[in-house]
Structures are given as C-alpha cells and as structure tokens.
C-alpha cells in the first residue's frame, strides 16, 4: 500500500468505525504514548533492560510490529487532520537531507566502525 492509499484507508476507518477524529491535541498526546511504547519494547529487545516474564520477551517481536503500526496510525490521523500529504512531505523531507548531508555522512568516522 502507498502512503497516500494509507491516508485514504485510515480516513476511512475514522469516519466509519472510529466515528471521527479525536482533536490535533489529543491526537499528538496518543502519538507520545504511542511511541514510548515502541521505545519500551525497544529497551527490552536491543538494549540493556530486561523483561519481566519469558512469555512478555516471546510475543515482543510481534508486540513491537504492533506499536510501530499504532505509531503510523496516529501520524496518519495527524497528517489528515492537518491537510498534510505525507507522500509529498517526505519526498521534500529525503530531498533535503540529501542536499543536506551529501557528504556529511560519508565523512563521519564514527559511521565507518
């Protein structure tokens, strides 16, 4: 699926079965706890915290697929709630970090270990 197909979709589903958009504001603080939940899992997956079962360490890989999904999810709402096209945003966004960093990272030795 694009992007613009996914922004079509999640339009869709908020105003079929989501009944509408919750507010810019209220959307951007379930951004936040969205993406502390990736962070979490992350924590526990590649970093040094540890899980507090075996069967939470187990269905991690799944969990964090899911919180990446609701991440997207909300972003999306966000973007259709604001006019933006995110296809176009991010064309934009990649156009400038290229012109941007060109060399930057090339040149960066702590890239090159």
Known sequence: MTIQEAQSIVDEWIN??????????????????EVGEVARLMARLYG???????EQEL????????????V???LICLANQT???????LK???????????????SNEKLKK
């Open 48 to 54: 040094e915290q540890s899980f507090k079962t075996k």
């Open 83 to 89: 006019g933006i096209d995110l296809s176009d945003a």
């Open 16 to 33: 079929t079965i989501g009944v509408r958009y919750y507010n810019e504001l209220t959307n951007t603080c379930i951004l936040t706890e």
């Open 59 to 70: 269905s991690a890989k799944d969990d964090l697929a899911d919180e990446m999904a609701d």
């Open 92 to 106: 934009k966004n990649l156009e400038k970090k290229t012109k941007r960093d060109k060399e930057r990272h090339a």
């Open 72 to 74: 997207l999810f909300v």
